[in-house]
């Protein structure tokens, strides 16, 4: 089955410095991959996606994310991080099937320190 | 508006109750998710309707739990006989027809079961 893991619950990082929210997965076939993020009492927005292509995947709000197959890895990034870039993220895999089904990650929480 | 739209935002309902969870997706999109995100976790897929048909409903957790779009465009999530354990804030979710298109999702109906 299709799967997601998020191996951090929190990340915390400071102003100005790089950030770095970590997701492995694990899939049968090619993987379809997506970031979203989640303000308090608000659903999710789409940051980004992977499907096929170019490994580094540039996203909105100056988010990227970068495939790495032989790590199974789709690790999400942004060069110098804002404090209002606190919020939740999600990692999620297209499921099997012909339609958008998405299986989420846990979710890490990010803090940005000013 | 231009996105997914929830209603009502808050419900508290007393165990054994039935309650109604309603969304309007964006004008025109085909697909409809609905996810379950309890405290603390990532969304978990409940059930998902193309138009007016429910194509995958092996989320619901039980059968106390219906979903219906009966003409395409506005749905509604039922439980019946609710239990504690229905807690949760429950999103929904519309994309178009188009492959690995995103999902735009509502600000959610978070449920509260006393």
């Known amino acids: 089955a299709q799967s997601v893991a998020q191996p951090e619950d929190q990340v915390n990082v400071a102003e100005g410095n790089p950030l770095t929210v970590k997701c492995t997965y694990s899939?049968?076939?090619?993987?379809?991959l997506f970031w979203y993020v989640q303000y308090p009492n608000r659903g999710l927005q789409f940051l980004l996606k992977?499907?096929?292509?170019?490994?580094l995947v540039k996203g909105s709000y100056g988010f990227e994310a970068e495939f790495n197959k032989s790590q199974t890895s789709f690790h999400l990034k942004k060069p110098s991080a804002l404090v209002s870039d606190s919020a939740l993220y999600f990692c999620a895999v297209r499921d099997r099937g012909g339609y958008n089904k998405l299986i989420f990650g846990a979710g890490t929480r990010l803090a940005v320190h000013p | 508006g231009a996105g997914v739209s929830q209603s009502p935002r808050y419900k508290v309902a007393k165990r054994g109750q039935d309650v109604a969870l309603r969304c309007d997706p964006i004008s025109g999109h085909v697909s409809l998710f609905w996810y379950q995100q309890a405290l603390g976790q990532g969304p978990e897929f409940l059930t998902y309707f193309q138009n007016e048909a429910q194509l995958d409903k092996s989320g619901l957790p039980s059968d106390r739990f219906f979903a219906e779009r009966p003409e395409g465009s506005v749905s509604t999530l039922k439980i019946q006989r609710t239990q504690q354990e229905d807690s949760a804030v429950y999103l929904c979710?519309?994309?178009?027809?188009?492959?690995?298109?995103?999902?735009?999702f509502g600000n959610g109906t978070r449920l509260t079961v006393t």
């Open positions: 899939v049968s076939g090619n993987p379809y």
């Open positions: 992977y499907i096929t292509g170019d490994n």
């Open positions: 979710a519309s994309s178009t027809d188009r492959g690995n298109s995103p999902l735009h």
